[in-house]
């Protein structure tokens, strides 16, 4: 069965630390895995996405990287600000053919103290 | 360049009422998306969209939820009638086309079914 699961389910830490949230899937044909931030009340918008072939993957503060043998990523947050504060969402892609099926964890809400 | 527009943002409504989502794609997007997200979850798809006809709709509960999509631009998702369980954030997305996985989400819609 296709599946994404990511932790810590929640995660709250000082602005100016930094963080790292994982991410593990078991879907195949794999594509490509995504990371998305939802901010609260609003749709997710894409930060990063990964291929088979890439191993890491950066959007400014956001470092994503992927280990295709062990099905794990994870996405690094430098430098946290209190922007950051928003549910992060691992985003597995099994397109094969005609249809892209986005398989989605369940996030991992991340809270950024002052 | 506009987003995906989505409306109402919010609705509350009382069990065995009906209820009806707008979504109006980011224009020249073939591809349309219908997903529930329930709190605490990550979206579901519901029922996809390649133009005006249905790509995927195995999880969309067909007794009471119907969505259409006429002029293969705007979408109207309904519940029909609504259940407790119903409560959750309605998103639509969009992409280019099948074959292409950057779909753009909209703000959503959020229904609470007392």
């Known amino acids: 069965k296709n599946q994404v699961e990511q932790s810590p389910q929640s995660l709250i830490i000082l602005e100016g630390k930094n963080c790292t949230l994982q991410c593990n899937y078991t879907v195949s044909p794999f594509s490509n895995l995504r990371w998305y931030k939802q901010d609260t009340g609003r749709g997710p918008v894409s930060l990063t996405i990964m291929t088979f072939s890439e191993n890491t993957k950066s959007n400014g503060r956001y470092t994503a990287t992927l280990d295709a043998d062990t099905k794990q990523s994870s996405l690094h947050i430098t430098a946290s600000q209190l922007s950051d504060s928003a549910s992060y969402i691992c985003?597995?892609?099994?397109?094969?053919?005609?249809?892209?099926?986005?398989?989605f964890g369940t996030g991992t809400l991340l809270a950024v103290q002052p | 360049e506009a987003g995906v527009a989505q409306s109402p943002r919010y609705k509350i409504i009382e069990k065995r009422q009906s209820v009806a989502f707008w979504c109006n794609p980011i224009?020249?997007?073939?591809?349309l998306y219908w997903y529930q997200q329930i709190l605490g979850q990550g979206p579901k798809l519901l029922i996809q969209?390649?133009?005006?006809?249905?790509?995927?709709d195995s999880q969309l509960p067909k007794d009471r939820f119907s969505a259409e999509r006429l002029k293969g631009v705007d979408s109207t998702l309904k519940i029909q009638p609504a259940k407790l369980e119903d409560s959750a954030v309605y998103l639509c997305?969009?992409?280019?086309?099948?074959?292409?996985?950057?779909?753009?989400f909209g703000p959503g819609t959020r229904l609470l079914v007392l």
């Open positions: 985003v597995v892609s099994d397109y094969g053919g005609a249809t892209n099926k986005l398989i």
């Open positions: 969209f390649q133009n005006n006809g249905v790509v995927d």
């Open positions: 224009s020249g997007h073939a591809t």
């Open positions: 997305a969009s992409s280019l086309d099948l074959g292409t996985e950057t779909q753009y």
